[in-house]
């Protein structure tokens, strides 16, 4: 029996992978603690999970209008990188208390790996978007010598390796099929596929209301985009109107007033249970919706935003599971375009897709994480 430590930012889509995992070791007879803020990560690991406290600071909104180096830099400045440094004690406190043998740190969650290197533990970072793993900042090198002094400046500038990339191994939820052929960062990176689970949802959704007789569209933007996607959503229900579509749009803030008749809008979906039933996904390319979605063969139409969602996006293009249009710019035909390219069977978009949910099953997800992190 080994203990396991999962250090994670109060961010849905970087826990959502790692729960997978820690039901597998749980699962095997190994002891799983979670280190971060308590009441957003104890919504997500289940009553029953042993959660050790860290401080963090609020997250501060951004304008849609904020993009590219920008984006990328307001990102780490106002948030993540005062989330390093606020959790660095909890992270020092969980370990002295818990006495893991393993540290699992989120690549956003810097902390982990800083506290886990100097206290000489072996970590494994876990890559929940694949965005690190290409060098994002590859074409800004000022951006990317700015956050790696900022980043040396946490441990107190004494140098050391790359908290978002450990040497010891890395846990990347995804395949080459949607990677891509890059290079990889050192050969200790475990491409593992998404870590897809059954998880709780206390959203109703009102399963009579899908019909097989049309294509079943959803739109959604996430967990944390709903300020900057009004104007998207009104246009996305103008495009779906148009077609001869069933539609389900997610809109948390309750911004749409008028829709078709075949267009229905809920706050939140249970999005896992609903995938199976859908034939296209309209998104902001966010690692895990397009993971889900693909898992289950679904083609996307993807509008990035900011963060990894361009590099996510120019992957799903790529692998030629959906196309890309431009979130700011995009139109209800522009929109009712893209969709009926992804739905066209001549395409080949649902058949690449399927080619990639293939991949991943056949990666192992949590299964395979815990045969990774049972080795280390």
Avoid: Y
């Amino acid at each position: 029996m080994s203990r396991f430590l999962f250090v994670v930012p109060p961010l849905v889509g970087h826990v959502n992978p790692t729960v997978g995992v820690a039901a597998e070791l749980v699962a095997r007879g190994h002891e799983v603690a979670w280190a971060g803020h308590h009441d957003a990560i104890g919504k997500l690991v289940g009553p029953d999970a042993r959660v050790f406290g860290c401080a963090s600071p609020e997250l501060v909104p951004r304008s849609a209008d904020l993009t590219g180096p920008a984006a990328f830099r307001f990102l780490w400045q106002e948030f993540l990188l005062p989330l390093g440094e606020a959790m660095q004690p909890g992270v020092r406190t969980a370990i002295r208390a818990f006495r893991p043998d393993v540290v699992v740190a989120d690549q956003q969650a810097v902390a982990g790996g800083l506290v886990a290197e100097d206290l000489g533990l072996p970590w494994i970072t876990s890559a929940t978007t694949s965005a690190e793993l290409v060098d994002p900042l590859s074409g800004m090198p000022k951006v990317k010598t700015w956050l790696a002094e900022r980043i040396d400046a946490l441990r107190g500038g004494t140098g050391g390796p790359d908290p978002r990339l450990s040497p010891h191994g890395i846990l990347a939820f995804t395949t080459r099929e949607l990677l891509g052929e890059v290079d990889l960062p050192h050969d200790d990176v475990w491409l593992v596929g998404p870590s897809i689970v059954p998880r709780p949802s206390t959203a109703d959704f009102p399963w009579e209301w899908l019909s097989r007789e049309k294509p079943t569209v959803l739109v959604t933007l996430g967990t944390a985009n709903a300020d900057a996607g009004h104007r998207f959503l009104a246009h996305a229900a103008q495009a779906v109107a148009r077609l001869d579509v069933r539609a389900v749009l997610v809109d948390p803030d309750g911004s749409l007033t008028e829709v078709g008749d075949d267009v229905l809008v809920r706050g939140h979906v249970p999005q896992l249970d609903l995938l199976p039933h859908v034939d296209a996904v309209v998104c902001h390319a966010g690692h895990n919706t397009v993971c889900e979605a693909l898992w289950h063969g679904v083609p996307l139409v993807v509008a990035p935003i900011r963060d990894d969602q361009p590099i996510v996006a120019g992957q799903v293009v790529d692998a030629g599971a959906g196309v890309r249009v431009r979130f700011s710019r995009a139109t209800a035909t522009h929109l009712s375009d893209a969709v009926t390219a992804v739905l066209d069977e001549a395409n080949g978009h649902r058949e690449a897709a399927a080619l990639v949910g293939d991949s991943f099953r056949a990666a192992g997800g949590a299964t395979r994480a815990a045969d990774h992190l049972e080795k280390v």
